[in-house]
């Protein structure tokens, strides 16, 4: 890859990872329209990274406090508001990381194809647009319970599929729940977590036991780059949902989906 490839992609997947247009929308048209190869193995695993690191940084705090949560489970207090919060991360962390085992290979195989980002990129696009307008707004994210943390799980393993976006899924099945705006982005950022490093430590695994040579300068410059771009993307989101609609990322997810079929078809 060459330096330009590597700041726009890094830049690209930083900004999108978190907004809820789809990053694998966005990683299929950018190097299709400008006839690069796919950006391999260690660029995902160097972006991932910069992406978990700009969650954990953001919500710094709300992490402190399930990690507190998590030794009040251990010492017995599970009856606290942060125990709550750390049983419905780590339960609605499970779907996605059994789907993830058991279908990643499948998906890779059989639907990483721009006709199925089309699909999902409108579809969910829809459907987030309408959860927004028609569902109750009055929960915030202190009266969450365990149901409303596997649904949401259960919505986030369907962000496999390329296209479908986690972050889009995971807060329109919060929408779905009546859960204010911010709650929602809130619960789906931190949500992310756990899978973004469950997903980076696999890819580890698999750079470090293939016969790959690494370019660690690359991918260190590709981590900044998509954590400092990530982290804007988080505050920008957070602000921007505090007062307005999701509807403008559901049109931008219908016409991104229009440029997709019309580049690539």
């Not at 700041?7 to 329209?33: K, M």
């Not at 599970?78 to 780590?90: K, Y």
């Not at 992310?192 to 695994?205: F, H, S």
């Amino acid at each position: 890859m060459t330096w330009l490839q590597i700041i726009v992609l890094a830049v690209v997947q930083g900004l999108t990872e978190f907004l809820p247009v789809s990053s694998s929308g966005h990683l299929i048209l950018v190097p299709a329209l400008l006839s690069w190869s796919d950006q391999g193995l260690a660029f995902d695993v160097a972006v991932h990274f910069g992406s978990l690191a700009a969650v954990l940084a953001f919500f710094r705090n709300d992490i402190v406090g399930l990690l507190h949560g998590a030794r009040d489970i251990l010492t017995g207090q599970a009856g606290t508001l942060q125990a709550r919060m750390a049983w419905c991360i780590g339960l609605g962390t499970i779907p996605a990381a059994i789907a993830g085992l058991l279908f990643a290979g499948w998906i890779a195989a059989n639907l990483r194809s721009p006709l199925i980002v089309v699909i999902t990129l409108s579809g969910y696009g829809v459907l987030m647009a309408l959860a927004d307008r028609f569902a109750p707004r009055d929960r915030d994210i202190s009266g969450i319970r365990i149901k409303d943390a596997v649904f949401i799980g259960m919505a986030q393993a369907l962000a496999l599929v390329p296209g479908t976006s986690r972050s889009g899924i995971t807060i329109t099945a919060a929408r779905l729940l009546g859960f204010r705006r911010q709650d929602a982005a809130r619960f789906s950022f931190l949500l992310a977590a756990p899978v973004i490093l469950i997903a980076t430590i696999y890819e580890v695994v698999k750079l470090v036991t293939g016969d790959v040579q690494v370019p660690w300068e690359n991918l260190a410059v590709a981590a900044v780059i998509s954590g400092i771009v990530a982290y804007l993307s988080i505050e920008f989101f957070m602000r921007f949902v505090s007062v307005l609609s999701l509807l403008p990322f559901a049109i931008y997810r219908l016409l991104l989906a229009g440029v997709i079929l019309y580049v690539l078809y």
